[in-house]
């Protein structure tokens, strides 16, 4: 129906779609509105994607990584299993970004010592740098770090950190100096004493995603889980962020594309006034738009991805693809609510998977970075270029 082949580099990756599109739509798909209604995470499909090296596909080669391409395929697995349940390649994606820390700056000890954990021993990374008081503006992180000895001393409240009560290891953003803006990543694991799981937040959508708050008291941590140079933590966050904003765009992307089957499926055979539903002008308007939108975030999240992988600045178009994908996906899902209201009346709150897909829609244009803060970012970019 879409033109997925034509941006996807090499005929491996496209065999590779193909398998997980079957994996998510016969595997992950009939579990998608049960995980949802019950908000619980799905250890089946944790244990399903482990077995097919999804949660290790941005890891270096050795330890189960996919090799090139890496952030092209972690956007092909998401979208393709977006498509049927965005909880779920929200595990993906959190696990990448987690463990990119260590991949991107850990020293060749740290990655012997933990990536076969992450992927033999199949442990979960968070990524804990949201805090009550800082979202938008990371550098105004309240957790520190402090020196003494051989080790570092954590301290700190972490908040809407996806994976929090399931994962094993944490990638934690702190303070190691006084000066705004000097924060380090410490690579922490969850048996250290200190840290501790708080609340388990209650979501509108992405229900079947574990996000928890963890705190961090007095967590002795050795001085070389210090990720990188002490004082560069917001510089491995903001590389991590060319990597993953493609991500949560395949995955507004993927909820998109779910959506509009959801509303293909439902006009199919229906009639109203002995006329096919199909053929009324206000739903071929809507099937328009919808596919429009797809088409439009497809070519944003995979030259976005593609950069990435070619090792070239992609953060305006990481940013672009990100923002314009997620509010694709909210305009898409809010009009196929309205073309299923149209077909169904009130019967519209009864499917459930076109109102998941609207309430996981909402998500993607908040979680790694707003959508303002995207429009943001963008503009700056573009404004550097312009100047020079
Ligand atoms: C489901 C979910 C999962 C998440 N997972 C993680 C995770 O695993 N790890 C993690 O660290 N964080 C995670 N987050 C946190 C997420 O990244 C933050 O919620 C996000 O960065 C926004 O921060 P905030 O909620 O504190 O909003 P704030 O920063 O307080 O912003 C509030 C509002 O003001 C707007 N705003 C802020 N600054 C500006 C500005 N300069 N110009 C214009 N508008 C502005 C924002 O767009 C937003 O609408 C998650 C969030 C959610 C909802």
Redesign the pocket.
């Known amino acids: 129906m879409f033109d997925q082949a034509t941006l996807i580099p090499t005929d491996e990756l496209k065999i590779f779609r193909e398998k997980i599109h079957q994996i998510a739509r016969g595997k992950i798909a009939p579990q998608a509105s049960l995980v949802d209604e019950e908000e619980f995470f799905n250890r089946e499909v944790e244990s399903l994607l482990w077995n097919h090296g999804l949660l290790t596909l941005t890891f270096p080669e050795e330890y189960g990584g996919i090799g090139k391409n890496k952030t092209v395929a972690l956007c092909i697995a998401v979208e393709e299993i977006a498509k049927y349940c965005a909880s779920s390649a929200l595990l993906l994606i ?1 696990q990448a970004v987690g463990s990119f820390p260590i991949i991107h700056s850990g020293s060749a000890e740290l990655k012997r010592k933990y990536l076969p954990q992450m992927s033999k021993g199949r442990k979960l990374v ?5 805090e009550p008081s800082a ?3 990371v550098s105004g992180i309240r957790t520190t770090a402090k020196r003494g000895g051989d080790h570092y001393l954590l301290n700190g409240s ?1 908040c ?3 994976s929090g009560g399931v994962a094993g290891i944490y990638s934690v953003l702190a303070k190691t100096s006084e000066e705004k803006g000097k924060s380090s990543f410490f690579l922490v694991e969850r048996e250290f004493q200190g840290l501790s799981i708080g609340r388990t937040e209650r ?1 509108l959508g ?1 229900r079947g ?1 574990n ?1 928890t708050e963890v705190f961090l008291d007095n967590v002795k941590v050795p001085a070389e889980n210090l990720l990188g140079i002490e004082g560069e933590g917001f510089l491995i966050a903001m590389k991590d962020f060319d990597m993953s904003r493609p991500a949560i765009g395949a995955q507004a992307l993927g909820i998109a594309e779910g959506a509009l089957e959801v509303l293909l499926q439902s006009i199919k055979e229906k009639h109203a006034l002995q006329k096919p539903i199909r053929d009324y002008p206000i739903i071929q308007m809507i099937l328009a738009d919808s596919a429009t939108l797809i088409e439009a975030s497809r070519g944003l999240v995979y030259r976005a991805a593609i950069l990435c992988d070619e090792g070239k600045n992609n953060t305006k178009l990481a940013s672009m693809a990100k923002c314009f994908a997620a509010d694709a996906a909210m305009k898409v899902t809010t009009e196929i609510i309205d073309a299923l209201q149209i077909l169904d009346g009130y019967g519209a709150l009864g499917k459930l998977d076109a109102e998941r897909m609207f309430r996981d829609a909402k ?1 993607t244009q ?5 959508n ?2 995207q429009r ?1 970012v963008i503009a700056r970019q573009l404004l550097k270029e312009w100047m020079g």
């Open positions: 959190i968070a990524y804990l740098v949201t979202g938008s503006d972490k809407f950190a996806t979501k992405q995603s996000t998500l908040i979680f790694e970075g707003t303002q803060i943001l």
